[in-house]
């Protein structure tokens, strides 16, 4: 069963904040899937090895190009964020 | 017979010959959802001034005399997934409940190009997590064949839209099965491409390495038009490729057809079991030959799946902090906003539902330090090994026939409150994923529905979908099979 310290820090390490109720809830219902996915271990992978696409592909390159149907778009782009200053998007300051 | 019962070569030729308009066969979809949607729920934005204008350009065109390629004018449905420039686009989550497109998805461009009309946007499963549209944020999508059942999922509402006659075809995604599983639900068609066969550029992630956008169609020959109209390689989505297939004629007598002898074990719904059989007679019967082959991996496909998903997921979804875009608490007085944190913290508490929640902690745990060797390392090469599976499978046959899901649709709630069956679903989806490889859902025949049946939508069964897997780039083996089957067979 996994803790419900393993629960909080893994929830803060996603920057999901959760209930306490959320927390015991979480911690049941991931036991499960993870008591699931323990079947891996059943099979000796040693000498495998891992694939990330499926479908194989050499690396694809693309001319370093300025795109102006692109750029135009960046209007629309800072108008879907609540806060921009001078074409920026604004956070809260993270330095005192 | 009425406008919206047409497939899409019988609406191009009543355009082309004048038995109707665009804009009249517009109308009529429009006016079928206005009656009909209150009950299934289908749409979550339904396009109405947007549609008209596409169809009444469709209309001029032809009434200039000029030539009108087959998709023109065809009325089709988005999964809320997809992006479509300036309309809302959800994803089935309150996180994006009031975030416009800014773009058109690749997809969409190639559609619009091809002169289709855009009716609007469907409901999925929140951020497409799901079988059954019961985990969007908004409503749950139900079956047309019986609304006390789900539609299936996560692309349940495009299925639903399409099986009602609410839209000519639809666009879905699939990471699991999330468009094969609906089409199997619903009784429609829908087609899973090999990877990289379609661009996802404008589709909102949901594990990158496994997503693809497919159609939902009334018939195999309208799912094979609408994907040969999106497939292709896209400089903006470099996992794409080109598919370089010549036409050929498959010769049904020489065709070998592999059934997995793992795909017909314990939890299997019996009258699903033998209607999959009886199907596979059948095509016995016109001379096609069917063999036993092994997937010996199938049993880990799930649990494989259940790492690689959730990782990818948690990734995906780290952007949505309320600082770019989507909901943000930034700005509510009773948030009382501290810091950086704050935002991140209560946005993202706010705007993701159960589900969403529950993958991104459990991704996060599976790429946390000190386990990222143990789950996420250990499930990819996992995958190598069901890729390799069917690579052996695919020496000794042509194609591979299974049940597309191991029942026909659940009922509304049944499986909601235990997570682990709901993903059971998928069993027999989620490894056709994992090997990148292309597959269609048609319908196959119906059980016996023990509810009473709606009049409205008769028959009162519950359709079942025979899944068709095929090699990678096989999409042409896998339609001209599936036409074989619905001319011969069903």
Avoid at chain 1, 38 to 43: A, D, R, S
Avoid at chain 1, 45 to 61: F, L, R
């Amino acid at each position: 069963m996994i803790s419900k310290e393993e629960v909080k820090h893994t929830a803060k390490l996603a920057r999901l904040s959760l209930s306490e109720k959320e927390i015991k809830k979480m911690q049941k219902e991931l036991s499960f899937i993870l008591d699931y996915i323990e079947k891996l271990k059943e099979i000796d992978v040693s000498d495998v090895k891992p694939t990330s696409h499926s479908i194989e592909m050499e690396n694809v390159w693309r001319k370093d190009e300025l795109n102006l149907e692109l750029k135009t778009k960046n209007k629309k782009l800072l108008d879907l964020s609540p806060e921009t200053k001078d074409g920026y998007l604004k956070v809260k300051s993270i330095l005192e | 017979m009425e406008l919206t019962d047409f497939s899409i070569k019988e609406i191009h030729k009543g355009l082309k010959e004048k038995s109707f308009s665009a804009l009249e066969l517009c109308r009529a979809y429009l006016n079928k959802i206005r009656r009909e949607d209150k009950e299934l729920s289908c749409y979550l934005t339904v396009t109405e001034e947007l549609a008209l204008l596409q169809a009444k350009k469709i209309d001029d065109l032809i009434s200039q005399g000029k030539e009108i390629s087959l998709l023109s004018g065809i009325p089709c449905a988005l999964k809320d997934n997809i992006l479509l420039e300036d309309v809302k686009c959800t994803a089935g989550s309150k996180i994006l409940e009031n975030y416009i497109a800014p773009y058109d998805a690749t997809v969409v461009k190639k559609l619009k190009k091809e002169g289709v009309v855009f009716l609007g946007k469907t409901n999925p499963d929140e951020f497409a997590m799901g079988s059954s549209t019961e985990n969007s944020a908004f409503f749950t999508t139900k079956n047309p064949h019986d609304k006390k059942r789900v539609p299936g999922g996560s692309s349940g509402g495009s299925a639903a839209a399409v099986a009602a006659n609410l839209c000519s075809f639809a666009l879905g995604s699939d990471t699991g099965g999330s468009i094969r599983q609906p089409a199997s639900f619903c009784g429609i068609a829908g087609l899973k491409p090999t990877y990289g066969a379609v661009s996802r550029y404008g589709l909102i992630a949901l594990a990158s390495s496994l997503d693809q956008i497919g159609p939902l169609a009334k018939t195999v020959e309208d799912a094979k038009i609408v994907f040969d109209a999106i497939k292709g390689k896209d400089s903006l989505d470099s996992t794409s490729l080109t598919l370089n297939v010549k036409p050929y004629t498959l010769n049904f007598k020489s065709l070998k057809i592999g059934v997995p002898k793992e795909y017909f074990v314990k939890g299997m719904d019996k009258e699903v079991e033998e209607i999959i059989k009886k199907a596979m007679k059948k095509f016995e019967e016109l001379g096609v030959k069917i063999k036993e082959i092994s997937l010996p991996h199938s049993q880990y496909a799930l649990p494989c799946y259940y790492i690689i998903v959730p990782s990818e997921a948690s990734a995906n979804l780290a952007r949505y902090d309320g600082i770019k875009y989507g909901y943000s608490e930034i700005k509510n007085p009773s948030a009382q906003i501290q810091n950086l944190l704050d935002v991140y913290l209560k946005s993202r508490e706010k705007g993701f539902g159960d589900e969403v929640r529950r993958r991104i902690i459990l991704g996060t745990y599976a790429l946390s330090s000190g386990y990222y060797d143990a789950y996420y390392l250990r499930a990819q090469k996992v995958k190598t090994l069901i890729k390799e599976d069917f690579e052996k499978a695919f020496e000794k046959v042509d194609l591979i026939f299974a049940p597309t899901s191991p029942t026909p649709a659940f009922l509304l709630g049944e499986k909601t409150m235990d997570p682990l069956s709901m993903y059971l679903s998928d069993i027999f989806t989620v490894p056709v994923n994992l090997a990148g490889l292309p597959a269609i859902s048609i319908p196959c025949g119906q059980v016996q529905n023990f509810l009473p049946s709606h009049p409205k939508y008769g028959g009162g069964g519950l359709p079942v979908g025979l899944q068709i897997i095929g090699k990678p780039f096989g999409e042409e083996e896998i339609f001209q099979t599936a036409l074989f089957f619905e001319k011969n067979v069903q």
